[in-house]
């Protein structure tokens, strides 16, 4: 467990910024698919359709093992020592990638769940359209995005165990450093899967956590 603790931190280090980049991603696709541009939407449709339909695995050999192949290149624009040189920011950028894909998806679909009626019922009050859109529109789509994006999260914790492919050493890397020194695969690996339950147990409750605060008209009253 000490050893596999040790790799559940670089698991959070490899999710932590994959999520953040992958967010910002996601609104800007998300963004693109609603504007009404055909070209833009398009684009974003395409976006999600490759990384929607394609395994996350391939797509992290394709990003670590086959832009390498183009070597010349990333040296000339200077991005080859880093990031497409190492492991670890090729995982980051591939899990961002495809984490995006599907994030823009819940985003997209949180904000058309925004009733229609509460936005015209702000307008009819005097407030502008950016005041709907961070006072009633925002605040509403995420309340309906956030159970969805809680399980994509839960998933990319899982889909870490992935980056070990590529010699990154977090929980499952390790649990199959360590299996291949004692043979015990039983103990080894229910240890690392009991350490991915603890990991998703919390996301869990903070997404949950969240929800209770963003929904106090839900909350059962205090006597």
Known sequence: FGKLLGGAVVTIELIAPALAVGVVLAMVLAVMRMSGNGILSRIS?????????????????????????????WEALGVWDWPLREAFPCAVIAFAMNTAAYTSEIIRGGLQAVPFGQIEAARACGMSRSLVFRRITV???????????????????????????????????????????????????????????????????????VEWRLTPHLRRRQH
């Not at 395409?46 to 010349?72: C, M, N």
């Not at 165990?161 to 695969?185: D, H, V």
Request: no cysteine; aromatic share 12%; glycine share 8%.
């Open 45 to 73: 449709r395409a976006y999600v359709f490759v990384f929607r339909g394609t395994p996350l695995l391939v797509q992290i050999f394709l990003i670590y093992f086959g832009l390498g192949q183009f070597r010349p290149l």
């Open 139 to 209: 605040p509403i789509a995420i309340r309906q995005a956030l159970p969805a994006y809680g399980n994509e999260i839960i998933l990319m914790v899982k889909a870490s165990s992935l980056a070990s492919i590529i010699t990154i050493m977090e929980i499952t890397g390790i649990a199959k450093q360590i299996n291949s020194r004692t043979f015990a695969p039983f103990e080894v690996f229910t240890a690392a899967g009991i350490l991915y339950l603890a990991m998703n147990f919390a996301v869990a409750q903070g997404v949950r956590a």
